[in-house]
């Protein structure tokens, strides 16, 4: 019950601030950070940080209807077609309920709510079970395995998710925390 109203009340989530945090070597996950705002139309904004060629670069992004614009540690921003940008990262998965962290709930597998704790000073429940690879890859695209998931929902408001941590071999986790939910999000392309 708890997980199910959880995914319903995400697939309604209009925009959010996000952060996503690599710890750790995931294999065929080439992005390590990401900070920035979405919306659930698929635009996104931010800045991050992925591993090219086996150095960390520092990145900025926008993600306005199909194109991506990525901007590096040096030149301008460079035109990606969105079709292309899950080789990079797709942060408009995050709220896509076909592919984002709504799918994750709904495809969390034996979850059992184990504790009540504070997230950033929000009462939650510690929920945790598994979410297969078929699931996961929605919003971490290259993963090859599943992952033990965390998820930390809301007391209140639907139980929306505050934070997800999936946990792979040899100690390696992923975490991405929502905060700033439907509070309004201007996307707007570079010139």
């Known amino acids: 019950?708890?997980?199910?109203?959880?995914?319903?009340?995400?697939?309604?989530?209009?925009?959010?601030?996000?952060?996503?945090?690599?710890?750790?070597?995931?294999?065929?996950?080439?992005?390590?950070?990401?900070?920035?705002?979405?919306?659930?139309?698929?635009?996104?904004?931010?800045?991050?940080?992925?591993?090219?060629?086996?150095?960390?670069?520092e990145i900025e992004f926008v993600l306005t209807g199909d194109v991506l614009h990525l901007k590096g540690p040096t030149g301008g921003f460079q035109q990606i077609p969105a079709a292309l940008s899950s080789s990079v990262y797709?942060?408009?998965?995050?709220l896509d309920p076909e592919r984002g962290v709504a799918n994750l709930l709904s495809g969390m597998r034996d979850p059992v709510t184990r504790a009540r704790e504070d997230v950033g000073g929000t009462p939650a429940?510690?929920?945790?079970?598994?979410?297969?690879r078929e699931v996961l890859s929605g919003v971490l695209p290259g993963v090859e395995s599943g992952a033990d998931l965390t998820v930390w929902l809301r007391e209140d408001g639907g139980h929306l998710p505050l934070k997800a941590s999936a946990a792979f071999p040899d100690d390696a986790t992923v975490d991405v925390?929502?905060?700033?939910?439907?509070?309004?999000?201007?996307v707007t392309p570079p010139a």
């Open 90 to 94: 797709d942060p408009s998965a995050v």
């Open 177 to 186: 925390t929502l905060s700033d939910v439907d509070k309004p999000v201007t």
């Open 125 to 132: 429940y510690k929920v945790t079970g598994t979410v297969p």
């Open 1 to 57: 019950m708890l997980i199910r109203d959880a995914a319903a009340g995400t697939s309604e989530i209009t925009s959010t601030h996000f952060t996503l945090q690599v710890n750790g070597a995931v294999p065929g996950l080439s992005v390590r950070s990401l900070d920035g705002d979405l919306t659930r139309e698929g635009e996104a904004q931010g800045t991050g940080t992925i591993e090219q060629a086996g150095q960390l670069v």
